[in-house]
């Protein structure tokens, strides 16, 4: 019997010791199992506190990895009814979007890139699709931010090489400068597709289609849908001939939900119907392990345990967008709803950690690991990616349970307000940035190499 029949006709109940009991199914179980997850979550995050910057996490995790868990606890919300993270992540939304309503906080300067922005515009979009009450008229506001972004991103596209594309890195100084990648590219696509069916406005469409035809040009995203990771230019004569060719589960779902959203957008487009099938069958055969259920992994780095602190979150943003794209093109539902469900199950499976503070403040016995393919068994890692991974795959089981209404537009409910004209106040090369931070960058975002596939993989966040 299939895994989609088994679970729609019966009851799961998942229990592993004193943990996480989850009954999927069950409404007040998945959100009561979400909360306790939340809570460890929340529990790693100290920019509430006096003397902490509003926003950030404490080492050692990016300025973009806090983004992406405020995206994450906006959904957590929508989806459960549960406020009670609302104050900071509304908060931390203000304070990092800056009084220029840019995403460029001044203490991120030095290692700024165009996706550590992008998690945070992310976040700012899902604040304005899902109704997250509106900031006061005096500060920056949701949709404000993400056109911002928008407006910024459009500014750097670089025509000089590779026939287009962004760079990973915004300032020359920086490692990384020399690389366009997927995710930098996929931010821009994931929010120019969504503020096109949220405003309306068709300039943000057309930039879609174009970031996703240059994606394709380059052989970012190959005929069979998978989504590779960079180019490397060559500074002396600008050629892209050096491609990165590994997958990382975040590349495919970023542009499988964008284009998802292009597909609603453009009233069931057969062209973006068959980029969302064909985007969703690659990520289907890369990253859900048939050898242990169809449970998913990180492919790259997960067989190995070689996975970084950045890595050990993109499970989570994955299962953000799977569940997203359901929503998008509902047709899709019949092939992601059973594979959310089964990850739901491995997930609560591995919040057993009995791991004590400062590693996890959470309740006791309730630590999530990293590995969801070894049924019950806590592997000892603990942390935000973690914790993240583990309360997405829960929550987002409700999405396939009706809990979740469609993401509204400005015709549908959508209060945001928006600034078209939106741009950072300061661009590249308006900045004067001390030597010690130019020095201090050149270390801190250089490529990290990961010995699980031959020759080097770069990571991109």
Known sequence: MRLFEV???????????????????????????????AFGLVSYYTGNETGDTPGNLPDPYFWWE????????????????????NAITSQA?????????????????????????GFWGMAAMSAAENRLPDPPADQPQWLALAQSLFNQWASRWDETSCGGGLRWQIFTFNNGFNYKNSISNGCFFNIAARLARYTGNETYAEWATKIFDWQEATGLITAEHKVRD???????????????????????????????????HTNASSIWRARVDGLLTAAQ????????GGIMFEQLCEPSGFC??????????????????????????????????????????VCVGDTPPPAFRGRRGTACGFRWTTPGAFDGSVGVGEQMNALSA???????????????????????????????????????????????????TSAIALGVVAGCVFVTI
């Open 394 to 444: 829960v929550m987002y089981t409700l999405v396939g349970r009706g809990a979740a209404a469609a993401p509204v537009t400005a015709e549908t409910g959508g209060t945001s307000r928006g600034n078209p004209e939106a741009k950072a106040h300061e661009e590249p090369g308006e900045r004067v940035i001390a030597l010690a931070d130019r020095v201090a960058a050149g270390f801190l």
């Open 7 to 37: 679970l729609a006709s019966v009851c799961l109940l998942v229990k592993f010791g004193a943990a996480i009991d989850l009954v999927l199914g069950d409404e007040a179980s998945v959100k009561s199992a979400a909360s306790t997850i």
């Open 66 to 85: 806090a983004g992406a868990m405020f995206g994450t606890l906006i959904d957590y919300w929508a989806l459960t009814g549960d406020d009670s993270y």
């Open 285 to 292: 055969a890369t990253f859900f392990d048939p050898a242990n």
């Open 93 to 117: 939304l203000i304070h990092q979007g800056t009084e220029n309503a840019d995403f460029m906080p001044q203490n991120q300067t030095r290692t700024l890139g165009n996706d550590d922005q």
């Open 230 to 264: 960079g180019l490397t230019l060559d500074p002396g004569d600008n050629s892209c001939d050096n491609m990165d060719t590994n997958e990382w589960s975040y590349n495919a779902g970023i542009f499988l939900h964008g284009a998802a959203v292009m597909y609603n």
């Open 308 to 349: 970084n602190n950045d890595q050990r979150s993109f499970k989570g943003y994955l299962t953000r967008w799977l569940a997203g794209t359901t929503l998008m093109a509902p047709h899709t539902a019949t092939a992601i709803l059973p594979l959310l469900e089964a990850d739901a199950a491995a997930a609560a499976g």
